[in-house]
């Protein structure tokens, strides 16, 4: 096994145990564990459980982004461009698992003991916020509606938590359709 595969390896299993049970709740030696190598590799890779989460988030973010990125059209209208967004938010809740957000778990965990790691979560949904409200300007809708739209995803997010994926992506359908009539 070539090393940067071993490196993914134990980014793709600390990113699963974090998101299933938290940070805090998952110790290196259970990450070691699941993926059957010695301290010195992961350390080789990683000097710190907090690098780690580190270098997951980022990575983890990037992902989102390109996953938004391949999925939604900025082309037509606002109308497409909120729809196309939230099936894309959907569907990365549907493959990607739907456990809450790991940024505001790392957030919570993390603010007043790791402030690099919260800062890297809060700056992910900066990024997410300014893009929207780029995007929706781009229609000629003021950075309100971007506001707005930012809000219906974290509402998705937390809302599949309770309730079933599919009354989730028809209430926000229905939130889209009042940032319409709102403009």
Same mark, same amino acid.
């Given at each position: 096994?070539?090393?940067?595969?071993?490196?993914?390896?134990?980014?793709?299993?600390?990113?699963?145990?974090?998101?299933?049970?938290?940070?805090?709740? +998952?110790?290196?030696?259970?990450?070691?564990?699941?993926?059957?190598?010695?301290?010195?590799?992961?350390?080789?890779?990683?000097?710190?459980?907090?690098?780690?989460?580190?270098?997951?988030?980022?990575?983890?973010?990037?992902?989102?982004?390109?996953?938004?990125?391949?999925?939604?059209?900025?082309?037509? /209208?606002?109308?497409?461009?909120?729809?196309?967004?939230?099936?894309?938010?959907?569907?990365?809740?549907?493959?990607?698992?739907?456990?809450?957000?790991?940024?505001?778990?790392?957030?919570?965990?993390?603010?007043?003991?790791?402030?690099?790691?919260?800062?890297?979560?809060?700056?992910?949904?900066?990024?997410?916020?300014?893009?929207?409200?780029?995007? +929706?300007?781009?229609?000629?809708?003021?950075?309100?509606?971007?506001?707005?739209?930012?809000?219906?995803?974290?509402?998705?997010?937390?809302?599949?938590?309770?309730? /079933?994926?599919?009354?989730?992506?028809?209430?926000?359908?229905?939130?889209?359709?009042?940032?319409?009539?709102?403009?």
């Amino acid at each position: 096994m070539k090393s940067a595969s071993k490196k993914e390896i134990i980014m793709d299993t600390a990113e699963s145990l974090f998101y299933q049970h938290g940070f805090h709740a +998952v110790g290196v030696k259970s990450i070691l564990d699941q993926v059957g190598v010695a301290p010195m590799t992961m350390y080789y890779h990683f000097q710190s459980k907090e690098i780690l989460t580190q270098e997951i988030l980022k990575r983890r973010g990037e992902r989102y982004i390109q996953f938004l990125d391949e999925k939604i059209n900025r082309e037509n /209208s606002l109308t497409t461009y909120v729809d196309s967004l939230i099936k894309a938010h959907m569907d990365w809740l549907k493959n990607d698992g739907f456990n809450g957000c790991l940024f505001l778990r790392a957030k919570q965990e993390y603010e007043g003991i790791n402030e690099e790691i919260a800062a890297i979560s809060k700056g992910h949904k900066q990024r997410m916020l300014n893009t929207m409200e780029k995007d +929706v300007q781009l229609f000629g809708a003021s950075s309100t509606v971007g506001k707005q739209l930012f809000m219906i995803l974290e509402g998705i997010t937390s809302a599949a938590q309770i309730s /079933s994926l599919e009354e989730v992506e028809e209430t926000a359908g229905i939130l889209a359709k009042n940032l319409y009539t709102d403009m």
